[in-house]
């Protein structure tokens, strides 16, 4: 029988899987307007069409995702509890967890370490330390996803003005000038695509800022000689109402940085012993 911290992995997998998806949909977005607009054809049947499938295609995968990420974050905070203040979930809960549990994907790579693993006497300072090492991980993937999609929105940006500049200076033959439909649309796909990645880098964004500010917090609170318990409880309840907003972080992303964030975070954050 899968633990509840496996359990957890593989809802958030399947999660990232289907946001995978929708990453490769608008790559697909790139790849067709670019064609599209080096191909110079009138036709625009295609595109057209695809510009009406590849936002349905991107809404179903982002509400599927949104589905396995809930069950996800559901059980983040329950192995919390659990391994912080030594609160295990009621019966009823675990075999609601364990009737619906997914399927894990094997497309995505598995976590270094355990997740919220026992480090010391269960008590509000062990509670934020793991406050403390979620957050430190989620502030430094985030801060790079959002990045990375800062830096496709604005290419895409440059490219949908290029297509779009190039395609009003064709009106400028004359009354006899047809417009080139393949361009016009092309600059649609590629403004969407960029308006997408927009969005996303954003919502990163304040992630990693609301992650920053835990971290911080968790920081200060786990070495007060005792904890106050409503300031944890504002520092919890900031945090998962980022987490609750936010998109799954891509894989790619946790791929890259994994080992790197892993070991500036052994290196520097003793675990505590009691």
Same mark, same amino acid.
């Given at each position: 029988?899968?633990?509840?911290?496996?359990?957890?992995?593989?809802?958030?997998?399947?999660?990232?899987?289907?946001?995978?998806?929708?990453?490769?949909?608008?790559?697909?977005?790139?790849?067709?307007?670019?064609?599209?607009?080096?191909?110079?054809?009138?036709?625009?049947?295609?595109?057209?069409?695809?510009?009406?499938?590849?936002?349905?295609?991107?809404?179903?995968?982002?509400?599927?995702?949104?589905?396995? =990420? $809930?069950?996800?974050?559901?059980?983040? @905070? #329950?192995?919390?509890?659990?391994?912080?203040?030594? /609160?295990?979930? &009621? *019966?009823?809960?675990?075999?609601?967890?364990?009737?619906?549990?997914?399927?894990?994907?094997?497309?995505?790579?598995?976590?270094?370490?355990?997740?919220?693993?026992?480090?010391?006497?269960?008590?509000?300072?062990?509670?934020?330390?793991?406050?403390?090492?979620?957050?430190?991980?989620?502030?430094?993937?985030?801060?790079?996803?959002?990045?990375?999609?800062?830096?496709?929105?604005?290419?895409?940006?440059?490219?949908?003005?290029?297509?779009?500049?190039?395609?009003?200076?064709?009106?400028?033959?004359?009354?006899?000038?047809?417009?080139?439909?393949?361009?016009?649309?092309?600059?649609?796909?590629?403004?969407?695509?960029?308006?997408?990645?927009?969005?996303?880098?954003?919502? =990163? $964004?304040?992630?990693?800022?609301?992650? @920053? #500010?835990?971290?911080?917090?968790?920081?200060?609170? /786990?070495?007060? &000689? *005792?904890?106050?318990?409503?300031?944890?409880?504002?520092?919890?309840?900031?945090?998962?109402?980022?987490?609750?907003?936010?998109?799954?972080?891509?894989?790619?992303?946790?791929?890259?940085?994994?080992?790197?964030?892993?070991?500036?975070?052994?290196?520097?954050?003793?675990?505590?012993?009691?």
């Amino acid at each position: 029988m899968a633990s509840l911290p496996d359990i957890m992995n593989g809802e958030f997998a399947n999660a990232k899987l289907c946001f995978r998806a929708i990453a490769a949909i608008q790559w697909l977005v790139w790849l067709i307007a670019l064609m599209t607009a080096c191909r110079g054809d009138a036709n625009a049947l295609g595109p057209a069409l695809f510009a009406f499938v590849a936002p349905l295609a991107m809404f179903l995968l982002r509400e599927l995702g949104s589905h396995f =990420y $809930g069950k996800g974050d559901h059980l983040r @905070k #329950v192995l919390m509890l659990w391994r912080g203040l030594d /609160r295990p979930p &009621s *019966e009823d809960d675990l075999l609601d967890v364990l009737a619906s549990a997914s399927k894990r994907s094997r497309l995505e790579p598995l976590p270094i370490g355990g997740y919220y693993a026992p480090a010391g006497a269960p008590g509000m300072p062990q509670l934020m330390f793991q406050l403390q090492e979620s957050a430190f991980w989620t502030s430094h993937l985030a801060r790079i996803a959002s990045i990375v999609n800062y830096a496709l929105s604005g290419v895409g940006l440059v490219a949908t003005a290029i297509i779009a500049f190039t395609a009003l200076r064709n009106l400028q033959g004359g009354a006899g000038t047809q417009v080139d439909f393949s361009k016009v649309f092309a600059s649609l796909l590629l403004f969407f695509a960029a308006g997408t990645n927009m969005s996303a880098a954003r919502a =990163y $964004g304040s992630l990693a800022e609301a992650a @920053k #500010v835990t971290l911080k917090k968790s920081s200060t609170l /786990r070495r007060e &000689s *005792e904890v106050d318990v409503i300031e944890a409880h504002k520092a919890l309840s900031t945090y998962d109402a980022a987490l609750a907003k936010a998109l799954p972080i891509p894989g790619y992303v946790y791929r890259f940085m994994q080992k790197r964030i892993q070991a500036a975070w052994d290196a520097t954050q003793p675990r505590p012993t009691g």
